[in-house]
């Protein structure tokens, strides 16, 4: 009996060492890396159509959004999670970081010390990013006002805090495919900004009980993590808006009816505003085509 249980216990053992093997954290290749470099202008436009700033401002924080000290809680089923300082600075944010380092966080989900990011950052979008923009964006973000401002740490309890069970989550639920066909250049333009920077799904698509979103149900709507109302579903059986409607609301954040966006979806409109206006007409001709 003694034996049985020895050998349940080494296979127990084995089985739990493999999975963790083959799901541990993966860093991006370098040499992916080494022959790009950034673009600051283009970078400043990958930060506001991928809407940093919105989780790694300071909660409340009106003045200067390029300041990124973090600070900022999300509530969510697995516990709250706070957002970290991802200045340049050297000691409390990622000043010391690599163009690799920064890839790996933003695509992979890995950190420099080889470890998993909970979801709560959402590089199940990011990781559709190219390699241009990656760079970019990081040429933009090396520009930016340091905030000596310690991290915070999440409140999340057993087991969800343990960064290795997102392993086989990240099996699951990360991948490159895109959700949307996309045919035309203005249609693929507007996937790209969705699917790969705007992270709109992120809060328009409901989750699954693993917190996978389910891509089945791509923007119908879904309860609001804060657990404060529902946020609505934007495809056509949803909203019967015209594209120039969409467009002109992520612009400005009025509604046909002359109402202005509330919650979260205005730190969105912040972001977007600042987008050219062709971006913004992509979006809204990728929000039409949603079925
Ligand atoms: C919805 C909120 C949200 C958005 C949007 C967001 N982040 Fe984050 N980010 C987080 C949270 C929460 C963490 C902490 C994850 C963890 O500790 O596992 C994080 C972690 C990070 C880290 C790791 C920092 C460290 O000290 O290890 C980097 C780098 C980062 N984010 C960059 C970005 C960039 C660049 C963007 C925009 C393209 C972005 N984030 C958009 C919430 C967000
Ligand atoms: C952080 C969560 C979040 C993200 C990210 C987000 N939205 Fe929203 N969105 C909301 C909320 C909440 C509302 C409801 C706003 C209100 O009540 O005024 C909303 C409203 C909308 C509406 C108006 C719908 C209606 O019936 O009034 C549209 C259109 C929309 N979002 C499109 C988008 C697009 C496109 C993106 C990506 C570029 C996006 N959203 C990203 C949370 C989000």
């Known amino acids: 009996m003694l034996r049985l249980l020895t050998l349940l ?19 991006v290749a370098p040499e992916r890396f080494t022959a790009l470099s950034g673009d600051v202008v283009h ?49 409390f944010g990622i000043g010391e970081w690599s163009l690799t380092d920064f890839a790996s966080a933003v695509l992979n989900g890995t950190s420099p010390e080889g470890r998993h990011y909970f979801p709560a950052f959402p590089y199940t979008t990011y990781t559709r990013m190219t390699d241009q923009d990656v760079a970019d964006l990081w040429a933009f973000m090396q520009t930016l006002p340091s905030a ?34 996309a045919t035309t250049p203005e249609a693929e333009r507007g996937r790209y900004l969705v699917e790969a920077l705007g992270h709109c799904s992120e809060c328009h698509t409901p989750r699954n009980l693993l917190g996978g979103l389910q891509t089945a149900n791509w923007m119908s709507g879904a309860p609001n993590p804060s657990g404060k ?32 966006a509330g919650g979260e979806m205005a730190n969105v409109i912040e972001n977007m505003s600042k987008l050219p206006p062709e971006d913004r007409a992509a979006i809204a001709a990728y929000v039409k085509a949603l079925n």
């Open 43 to 91: 970078g400043e436009q990958v930060f506001y159509a991928g809407g940093c700033a919105s989780c790694h401002q300071a909660e409340g924080q009106t003045d200067d959004p390029t300041r990124l000290p973090g600070g900022q809680r999300f509530v969510t089923q697995f516990g709250t999670f706070v957002a970290p300082n991802i200045s340049p600075d050297p000691i």
């Open 148 to 181: 000596d401002v310690e991290s915070q740490p999440h409140d999340v309890g057993f087991p969800f805090n343990i960064r290795a069970s997102l392993g086989p989550w990240k099996k699951l639920f990360l991948n490159t495919d895109w959700v949307q066909p």
């Open 229 to 260: 109302g529902r946020i609505p579903g934007v495809t056509p059986a949803h909203l019967d808006w015209s594209p120039e409607d969409i467009a002109y609301y992520l612009e400005t954040g009025f509604t046909p009816d002359f109402d202005s």
């Open 9 to 27: 216990f080494c296979v127990g053992l084995v089985v739990a060492g493999s999975v963790l093997w083959f799901t541990r954290a993966e860093p």
